[in-house]
């Protein structure tokens, strides 16, 4: 095995792509649009296609198939994606880097090796890999250190054309391509944070082109029907612009940047395993339709240590929902409850954990049966499946003709289905063996980062002069946050992240001094009780709140309504305040 070499080595074929480097987006999820690699490649000019295929909960679903199929572990969509585009992109000369391997990078690599020979495709087939720690954490079904993007770089210089990874950041995917591109040395810490800015944005595709947007009725429907896919088009001195290809749908404006640079972070301090980019740096700037140029990004040496997932099963849940249709709703919920739970105390085996929800979406004298109905919902736990399986369903089931009038559920309670944990530890960066397996099968040690900073909170910065108090001000009027406010809301691990920005200075200047961590426990009452961390991001307009275990042990542990927090931010926008008219 070798070591990287310390100064960059541009292949030729990369070193020929004519500047700015432009860098698709082709999959923000496992599972995104199938038809989006193709899309790309013929929609318009690229240089580099990426996809994102991995998520928190995307390592456990591969751990279980790895559990069944030990050659597996890797996203299969990728490959079936492949069988149709990989001719097209040898023929454009477009460069795909792709997390798709997954828990198996190798075995994905390989699969890739046998497509390309059976299509008659050159193809030049690399992989990263040293993320998988599974070994060192025997109680966990994966574990996996986010890597950085020079294994990527590496691949990239010495000629791949095709770099499939396992577990690095998301970012990655972008800053890697950018790094060998422009031969940028790992210190460059400026230039690495603006790609990390521009991969952030592209990571959750169509997120960047008006998916999943705040303002999304602003704009034509048909528009949005089928947005396009992300471009970032990526300066040598780190700035870029996010565009998408001409004549695709979707919208790319200060808006839909905003909410996707907000979205799963949260202070001001964006760390990942090369660089920590500064986001109280980013500015944006509306540079023509559906192109928003992003500058000024500062970057610091990367902290010391590198972040793994930890994945592991942590016992079994079921559910069941019962309908109370009509009056007395409160009350119904209250016997059948009371009866269930002594039912479970008789049978001895009652689950480790019990959570009961009312959900009252029940309207008085409703002109339909479903809109007359609540819903009450039972989510049980337990390491062992009967508790949760058979003894749970034996007692709601007894229950169907001896509980509350108009007795049924959403659907009977099955035998408990396994769930899963995600936490999180750091180790030290040298802990770690990121090495690049080129196309030629030679194994290339990437070095660990040489400068560390180690992560601190920075001081919040001063907040703009308030808006004057009424009567100067005018009148407020009650009405909903998200009349002058956008949102986008996300999941780390047990937390909760909500970005909110607001597109006028003066309602920024409201919005700083209004929207406070008390008020924001006041707005969503279910944070109440939980830590909740404000930052704030001038440069941005925008607030960033982090809400700590709100999502108890991951999103796999499944434990609220929303276990992903996705509509956080719409559920904040959606509630009522008084708000200055002057900015209604």
């Known amino acids: 095995m070798t070591d990287a070499a310390p100064g960059p080595s541009l292949s030729p074929d990369l070193h020929s792509v004519p ?21 790309m490649l013929t929609g318009g000019p690229l240089d580099v296609l990426t996809g994102d295929y991995l998520a928190e909960l995307t390592m456990l679903i591969l751990g279980r198939d790895r559990l069944k199929n030990p050659a597996g572990g890797y996203a299969r969509t990728f490959l079936r994606q492949l069988e149709e585009c990989l001719g097209l992109a040898h023929e454009k000369g477009v460069r795909i880097v792709a997390n798709a391997g ?5 075995g994905l690599a390989d699969a890739v090796r046998e497509l390309a020979q059976r299509l008659g495709v050159p193809a030049r087939v690399a992989h990263v890999e040293g993320d998988d720690l599974t070994a060192r954490h025997p109680k966990s079904l994966a574990a996996h250190a986010y890597l950085g993007g020079e294994g990527i770089a590496t691949c990239l210089r010495e000629g791949a054309g095709i770099v499939v990874t396992g577990r690095v950041t998301d970012a990655a995917l972008v800053t890697g391509p950018a790094a060998a591109h422009f031969g940028w040395a790992p210190d460059a810490y400026d230039r690495l944070a603006g790609a990390v800015v521009a991969g952030h944005v592209l990571e959750c595709g169509t997120q960047a082109t008006g998916g999943n947007y705040a303002f999304f009725a602003e704009h034509d429907p048909e528009r949005l029907h089928h947005p396009g896919f992300p471009v970032a ?17 979707g919208v790319v404006d200060l808006g839909t940047v905003t909410a996707q640079l907000l979205y799963e972070t949260s202070g001001a301090r964006y760390a990942g395993p090369d660089v920590t980019a500064r986001l109280d740096t980013v500015r944006l700037t509306r540079e023509g339709p559906d192109r928003v140029r992003i500058d000024g990004v500062r970057g610091e040496a990367p902290p010391p240590t590198l972040k793994v997932g930890l994945n592991r099963l942590g016992g079994f849940r079921n559910e069941v929902v019962f309908v109370l249709t009509g009056l007395d709703i409160e009350k119904k919920a209250a016997l059948v409850r009371a ?5 479970l105390m008789a049978a001895k085996s009652r689950p480790a954990d019990v959570r009961w929800d009312l959900a009252r979406t029940d309207h008085p004298d409703a002109p339909t049966e479903e809109t007359a109905s609540a819903l009450l919902r039972l989510v049980v736990r337990d390491p062992d499946q009967d508790t949760v399986g058979r003894t749970l369903s034996g007692a709601a089931v007894e229950l169907a003709l001896g509980s509350y009038p108009g007795f049924h559920v959403m659907a009977p309670p099955g035998k408990g289905a396994p769930y899963g944990v995600f936490e999180d530890v750091y180790v030290p960066h040298g802990e770690v063996d990121h090495v690049a397996v080129l196309h030629d099968g030679r194994r290339v040690r990437v070095m660990p980062a040489y400068d560390t900073r180690v992560l601190e ?5 001063p907040l703009p002069e308030p808006l004057p108090e009424p009567p100067t001000l005018g009148t407020t009027r009650r009405a909903p946050l998200g009349l002058v ?15 909110v920005w607001a597109r006028s200075d003066d309602a920024w200047r409201w919005l700083a001094h209004t929207l406070t961590t008390d008020r924001f426990r ?25 809400v700590e275990g709100v999502l108890g042990e991951g999103v796999a542990a499944q434990h609220r309504f929303d276990p992903q927090a996705k509509a956080l931010g719409e559920w904040l926008r959606s509630r009522h305040l008084d708000i200055p008219e002057v900015l209604l």
Do not use: C
């Open 233 to 249: 088009e990526i300066h040598e001195d780190g700035t870029s612009v996010i565009t998408k290809h001409d004549g695709t749908g």
């Open 19 to 39: 500047h700015p480097l432009r860098i698709g987006n082709a999959s923000g999820f496992y599972g995104d649009r199938f038809d989006a690699m193709r899309e």
């Open 339 to 343: 009866q269930l739970e002594t039912a």
């Open 485 to 499: 406010a956008g949102a986008r809301s996300g999941d780390k691990g047990g937390n909760a992240n909500v970005g």
């Open 457 to 461: 909170p920075l001081v919040e910065p």
């Open 522 to 546: 006041e707005l969503l009452p279910e944070t109440a009780d939980l830590t909740v961390v404000r930052h704030v991001l001038p440069n941005l307009r925008a607030l960033n709140f982090v």
């Open 102 to 106: 997954g828990l198996n990078p190798a």
